[in-house]
């Protein structure tokens, strides 16, 4: 490791497993101190004994938990260098089926919530400073029946670039981070129903994404090797979002 970190303090959210815990591992790896936020029912035990990570639990969609997320880098470590905005909930649904319940509630958590995470971060934090949000190739395209899940990270990722040019005054970097598909507890699921092998075919580089694949995309933008870049959105997706989606990629193995 070579001190990326170094003197730095990280606020994540969605902690406690997946991307958001594997860049809290990455952070903290590279020399630097994480806030680590997540839902009060999510288990954050594996940061407990761990004194450069501070942890509060929460709901991101709350005003007062993203104020006092903030408030808790400043009090225990002094500062906030960066926040990696990454909680986010996935969902499949038939068009016609449903109340507009469950897209409030998808649009609240992957898109409002990050509106307040950015405002309460960039308050507080120095020029030089660097925020990044987990959207999806799923917000670059569209999937089957995943119309309100690739709206919210669709929307993110505007987000992202319009952002871009109000932080940049303050000295604030933003950009997005596209996985595509990548092992998590999000996605525990698509071994029992079949979908593994399909997105692994669809994948170029014919493997789904690792945890710590993405955190390092995270890491870096997050970064000040990154000074130069905002307003950007990064597929970290082994190459799926540049296929046309014509040809099925060749088969291969290594
Ligand atoms: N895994 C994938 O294939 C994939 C692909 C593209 C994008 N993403 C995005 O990556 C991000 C991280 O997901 P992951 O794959 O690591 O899954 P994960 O389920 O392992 O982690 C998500 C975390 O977010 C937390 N969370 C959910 N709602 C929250 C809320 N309201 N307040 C606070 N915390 C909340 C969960 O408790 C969980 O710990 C999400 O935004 C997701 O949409 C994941």
Redesign the pocket.
């Known amino acids: 490791m070579n001190g990326l970190h170094e003197g730095r303090v990280v606020w994540v959210?969605?902690?406690?497993?997946?991307?958001?815990r594997s860049t809290v591992e990455e952070i903290v790896a590279e020399g630097g101190r994480a806030i680590g936020?997540?839902?009060p029912s999510?288990d954050m035990s594996w940061a407990e004994e761990d004194e450069r990570i501070a942890i509060i639990p929460?709901?991101?969609?709350a005003p007062d938990h993203n104020a006092k997320a903030v408030e808790l880098a400043l009090k225990v470590f002094g500062r906030l260098d960066g926040a990696v905005l990454?909680?986010?909930?996935?969902t499949r649904d038939d068009l016609f089926g449903s109340s507009m319940e469950l897209f409030d509630r998808v649009m609240d958590?992957?898109v409002r919530?990050i509106v307040l995470g950015i405002r309460s971060s960039a308050n507080v934090m120095p020029p030089g400073s660097a925020i990044t949000v987990?959207?999806?190739?799923?917000g670059m395209r569209g999937d089957p029946g995943m119309w309100v899940y690739n709206t919210s990270?669709a929307a993110v990722i505007n987000l992202v670039r319009s952002t871009s040019m109000d932080l940049a005054s303050r000295g604030i970097r933003i950009n997005a981070v596209?996985?595509?598909?990548?092992k998590?507890?999000?996605?525990d699921g698509a071994y029992d129903d079949g979908w593994h092998e399909d997105l692994r075919r669809r994948t170029p580089l014919q493997k789904w994404g690792l945890?710590s694949e993405v955190a390092a995309a995270h890491s870096f933008l997050v970064s000040t090797k990154a000074s130069h870049i905002t307003g950007v959105h990064l597929p970290v997706d082994g190459g799926m979002s540049a296929n046309s989606g014509q040809f099925t990629p060749p088969p291969f193995s290594l």
């Not at 987990?134 to 799923?138: E, L, M, R």
């Not at 596209?178 to 990548?182: M, S």
């Not at 998590?184 to 996605?187: N, P, V």
């Open positions: 959210t969605g902690a406690a497993s997946g991307i958001g936020s997540d839902l999510a929460g709901d991101v969609t990454n909680a986010g909930i996935a958590v992957n919530s987990t959207a999806s190739t799923s990270k596209c996985p595509g598909p990548t998590t507890g999000m996605t945890a």
